[in-house]
């Protein structure tokens, strides 16, 4: 089975504008997740998509949003973008059912100048 | 709300030598949790988990964990370290949301460091 995609694998912004990333779940997954990595902050859960509704929001503005299609595939975009915002975007994935654990894909770096 | 400690955010062990990564967590209810390795440049990848059921979970590349409930702990380990163990670990603890799923809230990770 292959993994979890995510493109592009690395992006340069300027500040002021935005980004759509993409994420592609394991065959057959249908909960996506997707996490914000920095040196300072750590990992942060932003939000997470099921049958195409965000189902949990983290605690982050509203600069960052998302959406999941209907064959689970995932984007997230982020509007205005700040040089805080410079990070390592990991997306992860799990199944249904009882399924805990998640997925990870090699995350996309976005670097904002 | 739960919360995960990792104690040494690095971590220096010899080839061949016992390698252990602290974790302690926060949960108000029984807990699941995991350990992720992530290595340079790529995302995380699943080592072990602990959801019910047996205590001492064994995982993948020779690692294993156990879950304490009385030290509210879920240490890693490995008895003998190999060169190829050099990356950053993380501990996590998942909670269950409200409208259905769940998210991984995690420790700051440790950087392990495995010398000659």
């Known amino acids: 089975k292959a993994g979890v995609t995510q493109t592009p694998r690395y992006l340069i912004k300027t500040r002021g504008q935005q980004v759509t990333l993409s994420c592609s779940p394991i065959?057959?997954?249908?909960?996506v997740s997707w996490y914000q990595q920095t040196p300072g902050q750590g990992l942060q859960f932003l939000f997470e998509?099921?049958?195409?509704?965000?189902?949990n929001k983290g605690n982050f503005p509203g600069r960052f949003s998302g959406r999941q299609f209907s064959n689970s595939r995932s984007e997230m975009n982020v509007s205005t973008l700040e040089l805080g915002d410079s990070a390592l975007y990991l997306c992860?994935?799990?199944?249904?059912?009882?399924?805990?654990?998640?997925?990870f894909g090699p995350g996309t770096r976005l670097t904002v100048t | 709300a739960q919360s995960v400690t990792q104690l040494g955010s690095h971590v220096s062990v010899s080839e061949g030598a016992l390698v252990l990564l602290r974790c302690n967590y926060s949960?108000?209810?029984?807990?699941?949790l995991f350990w992720y390795v992530q290595y340079p440049n790529q995302g995380l990848q699943l080592l072990l988990k602990?959801?019910?059921?047996?205590?001492l979970v064994k995982g993948i590349n020779g690692f294993e964990a156990e879950f304490k409930k009385s030290e509210t702990s879920f240490h890693l380990t490995k008895p003998s370290a190999h060169m190829s163990d050099a990356a950053e670990y993380f501990c996590?603890?998942?909670?269950?949301?409200?409208?259905?799923?769940?998210?991984?809230?995690f420790g700051t990770g440790t950087q392990l460091k495995v010398e000659l």
């Open positions: 602990y959801t019910t059921g047996a205590t």
């Open positions: 949960s108000s209810v029984p807990p699941y």
């Open positions: 065959s057959g997954h249908r909960s």
């Open positions: 992860a994935s799990s199944g249904t059912g009882t399924e805990i654990e998640q997925y």
């Open positions: 996590a603890v998942s909670h269950i949301l409200t409208g259905g799923g769940n998210k991984l809230t």
């Open positions: 998509y099921f049958s195409e509704t965000q189902r």
